[in-house]
């Protein structure tokens, strides 16, 4: 680069495309022969899958596969977690590499909060995967459940995984405690409060979204992702869930509208992808 850089200004290179919407994001691709798929999600916050009737959805026109719980046992290992805050007693599901994990992309016997994946459904349009996954019948034991987190972690509260006493997952503390507990019992007044936080999430104006294709001939699959973290999520999709070669697998990040820490974890539509 000619001239000086420092202290003078330099044009950002990403804003042409996005401001003359030629800026293409994951839903944006198109590849030849693409397929849909949808997610068939549970209604409760707690409940044991009985049954999942797909009888009735696979006959739909333009239904190329459907894939339950069931169909990932043997051939998908739990979602690993990403992030673990240092310094804390933490819990969590079992994954067979000994790491912490997160539970499976699909639920076999049980959902654990709303929204949780039962069903994916494969289909040549996405009306047509959408009509189909409408059409999974799914009967469930609701079960117990609790929203409040200090109800939660009480005795006899409803149990989520076995792994995770009283469902705690990590208990943070800072500072050092017998000198606080010391101040306090010493004080003059003592004044006691509960505080709560109000829900907090990251809303970037792009869902998560991906997209994969496959090449049954050297076996290498290509993953278009709306992520952050491309090699991270190379590296736990190959080794810690589907088995896949480091060097079979790319995965490809195009523009990423917005992320703020969401999108570096690793989500259930990419290994079902």
């Known amino acids: 680069m000619n001239g000086h850089v420092f202290g003078a200004p330099v044009k950002r290179r990403e804003d042409p495309a996005m401001l003359q919407g030629h800026a293409d994001f994951v839903a944006d691709l198109q590849l030849?022969?693409?397929?849909?798929?949808?997610?068939?999600?549970?209604?409760?916050?707690?409940?044991?899958?009985?049954?999942?009737?797909?009888?009735?959805?696979e006959?739909?026109?333009?239904?190329?596969?459907?894939?339950?719980?069931k169909d990932l046992i043997g051939r998908m290992k739990p979602l690993p977690c990403v992030w673990i805050p240092g310094g804390t007693e933490s819990h969590f599901p079992e994954h067979p590499q000994d790491i912490p994990g997160a539970g499976m992309a699909l639920q076999a016997d049980r959902v654990r909060f709303i929204g949780d994946g039962v069903a994916a459904v494969v289909a040549e349009t996405r009306y047509q995967a959408v009509d189909a996954m409408n059409a999974i019948r799914?009967?469930?034991?609701?079960?117990p459940a609790v929203v409040e987190a200090d109800e939660a972690i009480q005795e006899g509260a409803p149990q989520l995984h076995d792994a995770v006493p009283h469902n705690l997952n990590a208990y943070w503390t800072c500072g050092n405690a017998?000198?606080?507990?010391?101040?306090?019992?010493?004080?003059?007044?003592?004044?006691?409060?509960?505080?709560?936080?109000?829900?907090?999430?990251n809303s970037p104006l792009?869902?998560?979204?991906?997209?994969?294709?496959?090449?049954?001939?050297?076996?290498?699959?290509?993953?278009?992702?709306?992520?952050?973290?491309?090699?991270?999520?190379r590296l736990m999709l190959c080794y810690?869930?589907?088995?896949?070669?480091?060097?079979?697998?790319?995965?490809?990040?195009?523009?990423?509208?917005g992320s703020f820490g969401t999108k570096g974890y690793i989500y259930p539509d990419m290994p079902l992808a």
């Open 59 to 69: 006959k739909m026109p333009g239904v190329i596969k459907i894939i339950t719980g």
């Open 138 to 143: 799914v009967e469930y034991e609701v079960l």
């Open 206 to 233: 792009e869902p998560r979204g991906a997209l994969a294709t496959y090449d049954p001939i050297t076996g290498e699959y290509v993953l278009y992702a709306s992520t952050q973290s491309p090699h991270n999520h």
């Open 32 to 57: 030849p022969n693409m397929a849909y798929m949808e997610i068939l999600r549970s209604p409760h916050a707690h409940a044991i899958i009985k049954s999942i009737d797909t009888s009735v959805a």
């Open 240 to 257: 810690y869930m589907l088995d896949i070669p480091l060097n079979k697998l790319r995965v490809i990040a195009p523009n990423v509208g």
């Open 178 to 201: 017998e000198a606080t507990d010391a101040a306090i019992a010493e004080a003059e007044v003592v004044v006691s409060i509960d505080i709560v936080n109000q829900r907090t999430l």
